[in-house]
């Protein structure tokens, strides 16, 4: 299964004008092709495969400051620090002739997301794991919480990231994504880990859950985040966090052992199952 994007191309653009395709369902990849002298920018470690001719490069920031001296490109890799990413990313352009792929894969079980910057006036937030690569030209930098209770409660802390560009982005989510096109007014609540990303004119709070039985015994936190139309927002139903919370829960305390689920000999049962060494 695989989606296929037509660009509208456009002589006025800055970031480069690539098609994709998208493979598979709960591991998915992300198939790009590149013209002669195309390029894209990729997060370290989501790399897939790629044809021959395809000239990989690590830089500082995102590429998109390359023209602006050592100071820009200091600036655009200083900024990625404060997402807890690393300084440097990397680009990969066909050097060769003719159309090449290159693919990228999702790091956990989930989809992967394109966002197109021109259809929400070249911005968009997001998550700051949450990015997986972009068209050359594209700006990943970062977006501050402006109020306090949002920073300290919000699930995503004071910093998250955005892409800006008029080019093509691709972001993944955990699990099955929903996407809520959020009216003037309109307000969507969500558990504060499971937002992924939102257009720039979604007004982006938290709100008390209220009630001692509720914040005490409720299991779902002491807040909401809540999400103010107009625009577009992206949900995922199983955040990263989660799924590492519930292998860490399952994992052994002790030894090699495992906690024997579905045993009601727990994990006195391991000791008969003959792959267990004392």
């Known amino acids: 299964m695989y989606q296929d994007r037509i660009p509208q191309r456009s002589s006025n653009r800055n970031a480069h004008e690539i098609d994709y395709k998208i493979f598979g369902e709960e591991m998915q990849f992300v198939e790009i092709e590149l013209d002669p002298q195309e390029g894209v920018v990729a997060e370290a470690g989501t790399f897939m495969m790629m044809d021959d001719n ?109 892409m800006e560009g008029d080019g093509l982005g691709f972001i993944h989510a955990g699990g099955t994504m929903a996407k809520k096109v959020l009216e003037p007014a309109e307000v969507l609540k969500v558990d504060t880990g499971c937002i992924v990303g939102f257009t720039q004119d979604v007004n982006y709070d938290i709100e008390f859950v209220g009630g001692i039985r509720n914040t005490v015994f409720g299991g779902e936190g002491m807040f909401f985040a809540t999400l103010k139309g107009p625009g577009t927002v992206y949900i995922q139903s199983l955040p990263f966090s989660r799924l590492a919370g519930r292998v860490l829960a399952m994992a052994p305390r002790t030894g090699n052992g495992t906690k024997g689920e579905g045993s009601i000999l727990g994990g006195i049962g391991d000791l008969l199952d003959g792959d267990n060494r004392f």
């Open 54 to 162: 395809i000239k990989m490069n690590t830089i500082l920031g995102d590429g998109s400051n390359q023209d602006k001296g050592l100071l820009g490109k200091i600036f655009s890799a200083g900024k990625r620090i404060l997402t807890g990413e690393s300084l440097f990313m990397t680009v990969f352009t066909n050097d060769g002739v003719g159309k090449k792929q290159i693919s990228f894969a999702s790091p956990y079980p989930g989809k992967i997301i394109p966002i197109d910057l021109t259809e929400f006036g070249g911005k968009f937030i997001c998550q700051k794991d949450a990015f997986l690569c972009a068209a050359k030209g594209v700006s990943i930098g970062i977006e501050f919480s402006k109020k306090l209770g949002r920073g300290l409660f919000g699930g995503e802390g004071f910093i998250m990231q955005k």
